[in-house]
């Protein structure tokens, strides 16, 4: 291989399958992509090597709720060089019960673009 270039291998989680993707990068491009068996493994494998986003979940402080905490999640991927940045605003933050599954606690998460959402319903004590 060439100054630059390097190969990564992974699993596609697109689907049950999980095809084992070999992927060559040279720069910032993508010069070889084989094992995918479908045109979305081609697109995560692609994705996973240049940009790589995960959903984050987690869970986030009640005040007065019946549990102490209600689970979260991030309202779509977000690039993982920002995991920890959105994993300090939750670890800030803190809601009053009742909060429904589907409202949004914080908005526009560490510049992500993306919001947290509760995945549960906490009711008040």
Avoid: Q
């Amino acid at each position: 291989m060439s100054k630059g270039r390097r190969c990564r291998d992974l699993t596609c989680i697109v689907c049950p399958i999980g095809c084992k993707i070999s992927v060559v990068v040279e720069g910032a491009e993508v010069v070889g992509l084989e094992g995918h068996g479908c045109a979305r493994g081609k697109e995560h494998a692609h994705n996973e090597v240049l940009a790589p986003k995960r959903t984050l979940t987690s869970s986030i402080l009640t005040i007065g709720g019946a549990r102490p905490l209600v689970s979260v999640r991030t309202s779509r991927p977000i690039p993982k060089g920002k995991i920890n940045a959105v994993m300090k605003a939750i670890k800030a933050a803190s809601v009053k019960a009742p909060v429904k599954a589907g409202d949004v606690l914080i908005k526009n998460v560490a510049g992500t673009g993306a919001d947290i959402i509760a995945t549960s319903t906490v009711l008040k004590k």
